[in-house]
Structure formats: C-alpha cells, structure tokens
DNA sequence: TAGATTGTTAATCGATTAACAATC
DNA sequence: TAGATTGTTAATCGATTAACAATC
C-alpha cells in the first residue's frame, strides 16, 4: 500500500495521529475530520489529508473518518496490531522507571527482559521482571528472536553495548543515552534526550 | 547576533552540537571541524557550518573551531550559560526518575522543586527533595520566578496541571504525558513519548 | 607557500499549503 | 438536494546541499 516511497517525517506523524484517535475513542466519539484530527495536534488538516494519502482512502467525502476503522488501519500501517517484545538494557533509576511504566502493552509493546552488568543488581527484582545478567544477553535474544531494545544505560557504555545489540539481531534501538549511536544501515535508533528539549526552549526564554 | 529569525529547526540542532563538543572536549580535544561534527552526528558539514553562520563566525579558514570556544557560543546563543531552576510536577515512577537523574545541572537545570497531588505522597523524599503539595503550587512558582516546567503525570490530568503552570508564570514545559497540551502562545512545549517513537520505528521492522 | 576549511551564495530538493473537483 | 469534507493537484514555501572564493 505504501505507494512508493513514504516519506519518513510521514511515517513519524502517524503514532500522533493515532494517539489522538485513541483519545477520541476513548471519549466515545466515533466519527473526526481531518480538520478536528488537525486542530488538537496543531496540524494543518490538508498535511493530515495528504499524509493518509500516502497510504490509501480512509475517509469519507462530506462525513470525515471513522475513528476505530481509521485507528485500525494505522495500527496496521504501523506493524503495531500485534505486540512486539522488547528487551530493556539498563536497571538504573532510568530504567526500573521505564520497567514499570505499564503504558506499553496498550500501545503494541510488551517488555520481554531486563538486563543490567552490574552483578549485585542481578537476579533482583524490578517490576515483575528479575533482572538479568548480559552476559548471555545475545544468545538470549537472538533465541527470542526480539527486535526492538529499549537502551537505559551510562553515555560511555552506549555503543558498546548497541554493538552487542546488533550482534543479537536487534534492527531497532530506542536510545535514552545522551549520545549518538554508530549502527548498520538497517539498524534504527530513535533517540531521547529531555535536555536537548530543555536547551531548546531556553532559547525563547527571555532575560 | 540572530541575523534575523532563526528558523526553530536550526535552533532544535544546537544542543546537539553542544553535546557532541561536550563528548569532545572531555576527551581531550582542542579542535574540530564541520566535517567531523557532522561526521559524529550523521549531519552534513555544509548545514553544520550553514546552521553556525546563523549566528556568527566562531570558526577559522583551514583550521576548524576550537571546541571550549564554540562549546561556550553556543551556551551563551542557548542562554544556558546560567544554570536554570525547573520544576517537576508528578511523583510517581517517572517523576522519581527524573528527580534522581543526576545529569541536569551539567547541563544548565536545576530542579528547584517537585510536586504531586497525592496527599500520602506529599512530604515523603524523592532523591534530595522532599514531595511538595500541589496546593500551593501557583503561589511557590510565582514567587521564586520559575519558568520551565517538567510534566510526569497522567495524560488525563496533564491539561488542568499545565493550566496552572501557565497561571504561575511558567513558560517552557517538557510534556512526558502522553497527550497535546494547548496553553498559549506565549508558552513554549516540547514532548517527550517514547511509545511515538517505538511506533515509528516498526513501520520500517520486517514482517 | 600549499593545503585545508570556513562562511556564503545559488541551485536543488522536499515538505507544506491552498484550492477545488469529486462525492458522500 | 445542500452542505460538508475528502483526496489530489499545483503552487508555495522552506530547508538542505553543492560549490567556491576567501583566508588562515
């Protein structure tokens, strides 16, 4: 269905979109325009209209978009109608936060492990995981075959520990270390950093 | 020194080459060039130097720029060559994290404060803080002049809260909650969702 | 000096928006 | 039907890149 090529900015408004839909759902409304979808993202409704484009007709003229059918349709687009598993490096404070966050199961995520090297954090219990050693961390996930990893660990052991990541099959790495990752071509990382966001709002910050 | 008005994507990319000078300098470097910038960080030379020229020449011909100096434009163009006090609203898992997350006054925040509205959380320790009753919320932030905001409560509740950061004063919020938040103008939001980018990142995963 | 790299201009590329025929 | 909103095309806008004179 993706026409040819889809821009990435593209794929990456789509999660919004879906979030927004979500809500909708979840206060009952069963029918969006684009116009309404635009207004509570702040995007221009023809951006949204065209961005659907992209993957097939969802709408309807003169009605606007069913909420779960267009809801549905994303998930699909998005891989998301199953649950994926993700692994978790990292049990700091960082991580635990992220291991009991239980928001992930919702949206299409389950969380499968949780792997630390600090051998006194082994074996202790985080969430309803116990955490695990990494020194069998590559066999264990490539048995699992998992593809997504979740990277909570220092700045300084990041890519050493993606490059164990890549050797275990991972092809996608959300990176919550404050630097930047060297990986193969067909490896993604999507990284978080809430200081590169505070640094960018000082800017406007008068004084 | 900004020319005119520099386009927000440009601004966005400045702590990224903060962080990066920063990764350099402590290991010992002295200088550098656009294309080894942009080499660490997957960005062209050409906009590295193009994004600097924005707001002035901090380089030389044939030699590159020196790291500490440049390091130190950039904090003055971000305005964080002060250290700024934050706010942290929410108590739970995530809150705690990030009050205990100890990277923040490197980078130019310091949380003042944290809050919930949990009446048997209030007055408990966080890290260094001890929990804050929202009630007085407005009144403590006006006072001492705080104007950025960190957001870790549910999505449900993060409207009204950040309603009332606005009415404090507040004029920068780093949204963790899973939702949009419409505040004024004048008020700046960046998010932070890491299930957006999971979402993202399966669209490309095969299967 | 010769080699290297900046700052900047012009060209290219891509994304957003405006507008409207199609149609529910 | 009349009103509303889609899907899509063409126009606009803005961001990135290529290229090079200036110069350290």
């Known amino acids: 269905m993706p026409a040819n090529k889809v821009p990435d900015i593209v794929v990456g408004r789509l999660p919004l979109y879906l979030r927004a839909l979500s809500q909708m ?18 995007i ?19 009605t606007g978009y069913n909420i779960n059918f267009l809801f549905d349709q994303l998930k699909r687009i998005l891989k998301i109608e199953r649950v994926w598993d993700v692994v978790l490096i990292g049990a700091g404070d960082l991580g635990s936060a992220v291991a009991n966050y239980g928001g992930f199961l919702d949206r299409g995520f389950r969380i499968a492990a949780i792997y ?12 309803q995981f116990l955490i695990r050693s990494t020194r069998n961390l590559i066999d264990e996930i490539r048995t699992q ?14 890519q050493q520990v993606s490059e164990k990541l890549v050797e275990a099959g ?8 404050p630097t930047s990752l060297f990986v193969p071509d067909n490896v993604r990382v999507e990284y978080i950093d809430p200081l590169l966001h505070l ?4 800017y406007y910050l008068p004084e």
């Open 25 to 42: 759902a979840g206060e009952g409304k069963e029918i969006t325009s684009s116009q309404e979808l635009g207004g509570q993202l702040g």
């Open 44 to 62: 221009s409704s023809a951006q949204i209209r065209k961005d659907l484009s992209q993957f097939g007709e969802f709408g309807k003229q003169g």
């Open 116 to 127: 630390d090297n600090d051998p006194e954090k082994v074996g202790q219990p985080v969430g």
């Open 145 to 158: 075959q998992i593809k997504i990893a979740m990277l909570a660990v220092p700045a300084s052991e990041a």
């Open 170 to 177: 991972i092809e996608a790495i959300m990176c919550y270390a």
């Open 199 to 202: 640094q960018h709002m000082t």
